[in-house]
Nanobody, 119 residues
């Protein structure tokens, strides 16, 4: 069984910084990519950033230059470093992973962590 567990969310003032972490655990053969998505109330879930094992890191237009995604390949973790946070960054942030298990390849989601940017 695969688990993605996020941590690091919370309340932060506009202009502040926050770091989210996500740990993938279970019988994982290969991690093809990990990513962060977010969903604000009344809006669709959107890509924040993705980082493949091989390939180019991608950022959503609204976070380009402010957020940085990184991975710890040994510990199967992904991080999202968020700087210059704005109220419109308020959302539930979800960890996402494209994994190969013994049963095949599939995409998995964490349960999400709330980020609130407010003064």
């Amino acid at each position: 069984q695969v688990q993605l567990v996020e941590s690091g969310g919370g309340l932060v003032q506009p202009g502040g910084s926050l770091r989210l972490s996500c740990a993938a655990s279970g019988s994982i053969f290969v991690i093809h990519a990990m990513a962060w998505y977010r969903q604000a109330p009344g809006k669709e879930r959107e890509l924040v950033a993705s980082i493949p094992t091989r390939g180019t890191t991608t950022y959503g237009n609204s976070v380009q230059g402010r957020f940085t995604i990184s991975r710890d390949f040994i510990r199967n973790m992904v991080y999202l470093h968020m700087n210059s946070l704005k109220p419109e960054d308020t959302a539930v942030y979800y960890c996402n992973a494209d994994l190969l298990l013994s049963s095949g390849r599939n995409v998995y989601w964490g349960r999400g962590t709330q980020v609130t940017v407010s003064s």
